[in-house]
T-cell receptor
């Protein structure tokens, strides 16, 4: 079991492009969380998903950001028309249930030029 | 609003010395508190949570609701304890148990 896998590890985009970040949870886990870490700050919750459902997206910016966790395949965090302020480390975590221990991925470092 | 404060960005101690990483929180409900650790080149991982009342790698943390604190302590620090430590606040009884509010983190360095 390789744990939570995130790819790519590093992603470079120019302003206005789209960024797609992928997260494959621990095998058997159906709960996925996305967090963002800006420089010099702690992790900030973005969204909580279960298979095919968004449970809590209270931390997601209202525009340009979306997330999905389809029945098959990884969870995707999509950022449209990226701006320099989107540069951050994006972490995914998974759990087997809503009250269970979180397992974190290694993160994707997004750099917007 | 929920908030977690770790007042020390950096903390240095010598091997064998006691160490205390401070964490204060603000939350109007019944809190769930956690400590997460990230060792060099490794993933963020759970160190301990207050409901377990367990000691992991010699670390303990007691929830003090009066002082709204959850300080992490170890009586004798080891070099392998050097890492980034995050205090985090969860939501007891809610459906979003994995929805955590993190502090900014404290980098602990244990010198030989």
């Amino acid at each position: 079991n390789a744990g939570v896998m995130q790819n790519p590890r590093h992603l470079v985009r120019r302003r206005g492009q789209e960024a797609r970040l992928r997260c494959s949870p621990v095998k058997g886990h159906s709960h996925v969380y996305w967090y963002r870490q800006l420089p010099e700050e702690g992790l900030k919750f973005m969204v909580y998903l279960q298979k095919e459902n968004i449970i809590d997206e209270s931390g997601m910016p209202k525009e340009r950001f979306s997330a999905e966790f389809p029945k098959e395949g990884p969870s995707i965090l999509r950022i449209q028309q990226v701006v320099r302020g989107d540069s951050a480390a994006y972490f995914c975590a998974s759990s087997s249930g809503g009250g269970e221990k979180l397992f974190f991925g290694s993160g994707t470092q997004l750099s917007v030029l | 609003a929920q908030r977690v404060t770790q007042p020390e960005k950096l903390l240095s101690v010598f091997k064998g010395a006691p160490v205390e990483l401070k964490c204060n929180y603000s939350y109007s409900g019944s809190p769930e508190l956690f400590w997460y650790v990230q060792y060099s080149r490794q993933r963020l991982q759970l160190l301990l949570r207050h409901i377990s009342r367990e000691s992991i790698k010699g670390f303990t943390a007691d929830l003090n609701k009066g002082e709204t604190s959850f300080h992490l302590k170890k009586p004798f620090a080891q070099e392998e304890d050097s890492a980034m430590y995050y205090c985090a606040l969860g939501y007891a009884g809610g459906t979003s148990y994995g929805k955590l509010t993190f502090g900014q983190g404290t980098i602990l360095t244990v010198h030989p």
